[in-house]
């Protein structure tokens, strides 16, 4: 602060270095005026010891001497002076002031409490059942600092609705307006500065920490609201204690030892200390005589500036030091304005022009301060640069009295009308959610009579054994820090960590071990899930339509899988497709063009064509299964595909019964038999077979009709859709009709011997059939162990081959013989003609002489 160093070596050459040269400072700290303000200012400090033992209400004795309720009074001093110089506030009056010691003690602050309250021109309180005429001595009270004094003398000044403004007194309960309707402060509230500290814990990931507090009703109330805000933001709490005041009772100082004993068992790095300068003093000083490991201290404001603590002995061993001042103006030339006082103090011209009388207030509370006329430089070389922002809230808090009198007073500008005096309650009744300035800094109390300030983050920083306070980042809602500004006490100046347990990585979870939430194992998320925030402990299930690796942290769309065109499964059994397709009408072209060859009529004639035509369509009907599914393919594919191949055996059954009839049957029956699986009666056997797995079909589509479905399951990453079977065993009784035309082919032309001299169908047909069953036995296994997504694709696979196996068994011969053996396409070979003949001239058809099984 500017001036300081002037007002070192002002004070060196008027106090004498210390000679303790008797001052008038005591006789300053009261003017008259129209209006009197009392103030309550931490002028000295007793004796603890003296108050334990105390057993009369007598008088109580300050010993110590206190710089900064010296200041704070200075301040008020500094303020009134200037408003009665200021043409613009107050125009015409001035205002008086009336400065009491209040020891830092309950008690010792009740006497000037009562004098205040005395009714003006008497020295005495009135009992009145109405106290709305009452006049008393002062219209205001300004202090006292601390939050334990303000809880009493705030219910006992709202008792007369008489306004009282503090400049340090921060506790929350102090913001109820039940209990203190005129209660107003010029700092925030001590909810602000906590909600502040938590940021600082969570800037720095520190969420394992200890918290302690002042075993009074300051402390206990901060560490209260600092755990509820702790909690809501994850901030683990290690341990959670009070810390009694300072004394030498053995029990108290056991407390203090134990305090530390648990904090070092806790092995936190952070310590949240919210407690009175006495109470940190306590702790302190033992952390220091029992070498307790250097942690960061999160101060409140009581102590963060407290020279109690600053100059202890040794105290750069405790750590790192943070804490929050609210901001506040400068007031740049207070240090010339204390050192101008102290030097009239010093003037005994100046001194002997002050009445030397002692007023009637001294004869009650006693000497308002009397270690203030034996002050040395070495009692006032500290404290005002640390202590400027409680100097500025003193201030403030004469400008905010001074203007609710100047607004119930209704003052213009340049005059105040006459009336008469204002009463407290009357100025009580404009401070509500008023508006003022101090030093161009606007402010205004809020319904609870709070002001809203910025605050500083200050850090501790050493200069030889005292520490200094640096500016490190603001709060206004938002921290803000200064990183390069900072000085930690740990190796490479790295800001410590404290915490139970690492961070999780990605797609981790926490598993929480013991009581504490920060006390965790990280556990990895499974694939389907994910981590949705850090502070998770479960993984998150992806919806139906999503999915996810292990440990993701998010979900992703599940892409639609089917039997696509451009897969390569698809691509092979389309080339098998366009192989079996183009044997099945090559062959039927070459059949019709040989239509009336014996070949042709020995395989059915127009039969055989039509055998062909549907086996074709077998083919065609594997086009249904690749794609998109649709409602309609999914119902055509399975009677598409089965219909033509129940005409094809059904011509093939045809076949094989005329060739058994013929070798196995007596002639008479043959030739009965024979005329019969020709012609008409033929067509009538093959419309009944398809009629017969038509009706097959329409059941299965009826009863268990196949649907278009997306299966979320079956597929890791993609949504299988498919055509979802919805009986396997109706499907396999739409086979019926097809296995049994093909067992009775087979079991005919099975036990069939061959005839010399002529072509052997029976063999080509026995052929077929065991292609058919070879391909749609092993089709259900395999079927049953691929995957969904290729299940169409074994379908598609198993009618080809099936169509394939009857073309290369029981067609491709013919057409071979027909291409290359044009000459063994004779009735004899084909038709028998005659054999009937050399069978019966064979015996009992033993095939002896030559044959000719060129097919």
């Given at each position: 602060?500017?001036?300081?160093?002037?007002?070192?070596?002002?004070?060196?050459?008027?106090?004498?270095?210390?000679?303790?040269?008797?001052?008038?400072?005591?006789?300053?700290?009261?003017?008259?005026?129209?209006?009197?303000?009392?103030?309550?200012?931490?002028?000295?400090?007793?004796?603890?010891?003296?108050?334990?033992?105390?057993?009369?209400?007598?008088?109580?004795?300050?010993?110590?001497?206190?710089?900064?309720?010296?200041?704070?009074?200075?301040?008020?001093?500094?303020?009134?002076?200037?408003?009665?110089?200021?043409?613009?506030?107050?125009?015409?009056?001035?205002?008086?002031?009336?400065?009491?010691?209040?020891?830092?003690?309950?008690?010792?602050?009740?006497?000037?409490?009562?004098?205040?309250?005395?009714?003006?021109?008497?020295?005495?309180?009135?009992?009145?059942?109405?106290?709305?005429?009452?006049?008393?001595?002062?219209?205001?009270?300004?202090?006292?600092?601390?939050?334990?004094?303000?809880?009493?003398?705030?219910?006992?000044?709202?008792?007369?609705?008489?306004?009282?403004?503090?400049?340090?007194?921060?506790?929350?309960?102090?913001?109820?307006?039940?209990?203190?309707?005129?209660?107003?402060?010029?700092?925030?509230?001590?909810?602000?500065?906590?909600?502040?500290?938590?940021?600082?814990?969570?800037?720095?990931?520190?969420?394992?920490?200890?918290?302690?507090?002042?075993?009074?009703?300051?402390?206990?109330?901060?560490?209260?609201?600092?755990?509820?805000?702790?909690?809501?933001?994850?901030?683990?709490?290690?341990?959670?204690?009070?810390?009694?005041?300072?004394?030498?009772?053995?029990?108290?100082?056991?407390?203090?030892?134990?305090?530390?004993?648990?904090?070092?068992?806790?092995?936190?790095?952070?310590?949240?200390?919210?407690?009175?300068?006495?109470?940190?003093?306590?702790?302190?000083?033992?952390?220091?005589?029992?070498?307790?490991?250097?942690?960061?201290?999160?101060?409140?404001?009581?102590?963060?500036?407290?020279?109690?603590?600053?100059?202890?002995?040794?105290?750069?061993?405790?750590?790192?030091?943070?804490?929050?001042?609210?901001?506040?103006?400068q007031l740049s030339e207070f240090s010339q304005y204390v050192e101008t006082h102290l030097a009239l103090a010093s003037d005994p011209a100046f001194c002997a022009s002050l009445d030397d009388k002692p007023d009637l207030e001294e004869h009650v509370v006693g000497p308002r301060c009397p270690h203030c006329d034996h002050i040395t430089l070495r009692n006032l070389s500290t404290g005002l640069l640390q202590n400027h922002h409680q100097i500025f809230a003193t201030y403030a808090a004469v400008y905010s009295v001074a203007q609710a009198l100047h607004n119930t007073l209704r003052c213009s500008p340049t005059s105040c009308p006459t009336q008469e005096p204002v009463r407290p309650w009357q100025l009580l009744e404009n401070m509500y959610n008023m508006s003022f300035r101090a030093r161009g800094l606007a402010l205004q109390f809020d319904a609870s009579g709070n002001v809203d300030m910025e605050y500083d983050l200050k850090m501790w920083v050493w200069q030889r054994s005292t520490p200094r306070l640096r500016t490190v980042g603001t709060f206004n809602g938002s921290l803000w820090l200064q990183p390069s500004q900072m000085h930690w006490h740990t190796p490479g100046n790295q800001a410590p960590t404290s915490q139970c347990s690492r961070q999780c990585e990605e797609g981790q979870v926490r598993r929480v071990k013991g009581f504490h939430s920060c006390c965790y194992d990280c556990?990895?998320?499974?694939?389907?899930?994910?981590?949705?925030?850090?502070?998770?402990?479960?993984?998150?299930?992806?919806?139906?339509?999503?999915?996810?690796?292990?440990?993701?942290?998010?979900?992703?769309?599940?892409?639609?899988?089917?039997?696509?065109?451009?897969?390569?499964?698809?691509?092979?059994?389309?080339?098998?497709?366009?192989?079996?397709?183009?044997?099945?009408?090559?062959?039927?072209?070459?059949?019709?063009?040989?239509?009336?060859?014996?070949?042709?009529?020995?395989?059915?004639?127009?039969?055989?064509?039509?055998?062909?035509?549907?086996?074709?369509?077998?083919?065609?009907?594997?086009?249904?299964?690749?794609?998109?599914?649709?409602?309609?393919?999914?119902?055509?594919?399975?009677?598409?595909?089965?219909?033509?191949?129940?005409?094809?055996?059904?011509?093939?059954?045809?076949?094989?019964?005329?060739?058994?009839?013929?070798?196995?049957?007596?002639?008479?029956?043959?030739?009965?038999?024979?005329?019969?699986?020709?012609?008409?009666?033929?067509?009538?056997?093959?419309?009944?077979?398809?009629?017969?797995?038509?009706?097959?079909?329409?059941?299965?589509?009826?009863?268990?009709?196949?649907?278009?479905?997306?299966?979320?399951?079956?597929?890791?990453?993609?949504?299988?859709?498919?055509?979802?079977?919805?009986?396997?065993?109706?499907?396999?009784?739409?086979?019926?009709?097809?296995?049994?035309?093909?067992?009775?082919?087979?079991?005919?032309?099975?036990?069939?011997?061959?005839?010399?001299?002529?072509?052997?169908?029976?063999?080509?047909?026995?052929?077929?059939?065991?292609?058919?069953?070879?391909?749609?036995?092993?089709?259900?296994?395999?079927?049953?162990?691929?995957?969904?997504?290729?299940?169409?694709?074994?379908?598609?696979?198993?009618?080809?081959?099936?169509?394939?196996?009857?073309?290369?068994?029981?067609?491709?011969?013919?057409?071979?013989?027909?291409?290359?053996?044009?000459?063994?396409?004779?009735?004899?070979?084909?038709?028998?003609?005659?054999?009937?003949?050399?069978?019966?001239?064979?015996?009992?058809?033993?095939?002896?002489?030559?044959?000719?099984?060129?097919?």
């Open positions: 602060m500017p001036g300081l160093a002037v007002l070192g070596l002002g004070l060196a050459a008027l106090l004498g270095l210390g000679t303790g040269t008797s001052l008038c400072l005591s006789r300053q700290l009261r003017m008259q005026g129209d209006y009197i303000l009392g103030g309550l200012f931490p002028l000295g400090i007793a004796e603890e010891a003296g108050l334990r033992h105390r057993t009369q209400p007598n008088g109580i004795v300050c010993t110590r001497f206190s710089s900064l309720g010296l200041f704070l009074a200075m301040a008020v001093k500094m303020a009134v002076e200037e408003i009665n110089n200021s043409s613009t506030l107050l125009p015409g009056l001035y205002l008086g002031y009336d400065l009491f010691d209040t020891c830092s003690e309950p008690m010792a602050t009740m006497k000037p409490s009562l004098t205040f309250l005395a009714e003006a021109g008497n020295g005495s309180i009135a009992a009145y059942c109405n106290y709305t005429q009452y006049q008393p001595r002062v219209l205001a009270v300004i202090g006292p600092h601390s939050s334990e004094l303000a809880l009493i003398t705030g219910k006992f000044f709202s008792f007369f609705l008489m306004p009282q403004v503090s400049y340090g007194a921060s506790m929350d309960r102090l913001s109820n307006r039940e209990t203190f309707p005129s209660f107003f402060r010029t700092v925030p509230s001590d909810r602000v500065q906590l909600e502040a500290m938590v940021k600082l814990l969570q800037k720095f990931e520190w969420n394992w920490v200890a918290a302690l507090g002042s075993d009074d009703e300051y402390g206990r109330e901060g560490l209260s609201i600092f755990s509820g805000l702790a909690n809501a933001q994850n901030i683990c709490i290690a341990h959670e204690g009070l810390v009694p005041l300072l004394s030498a009772d053995a029990l108290q100082l056991g407390k203090v030892l134990d305090v530390l004993h648990q904090v070092n068992q806790s092995n936190v790095q952070v310590v949240v200390l919210f407690a009175s300068s006495q109470a940190a003093h306590a702790l302190l000083r033992y952390s220091i005589h029992h070498s307790l490991s250097p942690k960061v201290w999160v101060a409140s404001e009581a102590w963060l500036t407290s020279d109690l603590v600053m100059t202890l002995p040794g105290i750069a061993q405790v750590g790192t030091v943070l804490g929050f001042l609210q901001r506040g103006v556990v990895d998320c499974e694939a389907g899930s994910y981590r949705q925030s850090l502070d998770d402990f479960a993984c998150t299930r992806c919806g139906q339509d999503q999915w996810s690796p292990e440990r993701s942290t998010r979900c992703f769309p599940r892409r639609p899988r089917f039997l696509a065109w451009g897969e390569p499964a698809v691509l092979l059994l389309l080339l098998l497709l366009s192989l079996a397709l183009s044997l099945a009408l090559a062959t039927l072209g070459l059949f019709i063009y040989h239509r009336d060859s014996p070949l042709v009529q020995a395989s059915g004639g127009p039969l055989a064509c039509f055998g062909l035509a549907c086996l074709g369509l077998v083919c065609l009907s594997v086009l249904l299964f690749p794609g998109w599914p649709s409602p309609a393919s999914c119902l055509a594919q399975q009677p598409l595909a089965h219909l033509p191949l129940t005409g094809c055996l059904s011509t093939l059954f045809l076949q094989a019964a005329d060739t058994f009839v013929e070798s196995e049957l007596p002639p008479s029956w043959a030739t009965w038999l024979h005329g019969h699986l020709q012609g008409p009666w033929a067509w009538l056997v093959v419309l009944l077979a398809i009629l017969m797995e038509a009706v097959l079909c329409a059941w299965y589509l009826v009863a268990f009709p196949p649907e278009v479905v997306t299966d979320w399951t079956v597929l890791p990453t993609e949504a299988l859709v498919h055509c979802h079977v919805r009986s396997w065993v109706s499907l396999g009784l739409v086979h019926i009709t097809n296995a049994s035309l093909a067992f009775l082919c087979f079991l005919g032309t099975f036990l069939v011997q061959s005839q010399p001299g002529r072509y052997n169908q029976a063999r080509g047909l026995t052929f077929a059939m065991l292609a058919y069953f070879i391909t749609w036995v092993s089709f259900v296994p395999l079927l049953t162990n691929v995957q969904v997504v290729y299940q169409p694709a074994v379908q598609m696979g198993a009618i080809l081959l099936c169509a394939l196996g009857i073309l290369a068994a029981f067609h491709l011969p013919k057409c071979y013989l027909l291409l290359w053996w044009p000459r063994l396409n004779t009735p004899e070979f084909f038709l028998g003609a005659g054999s009937r003949d050399t069978r019966d001239m064979g015996g009992s058809g033993s095939g002896e002489g030559p044959q000719r099984n060129e097919g």
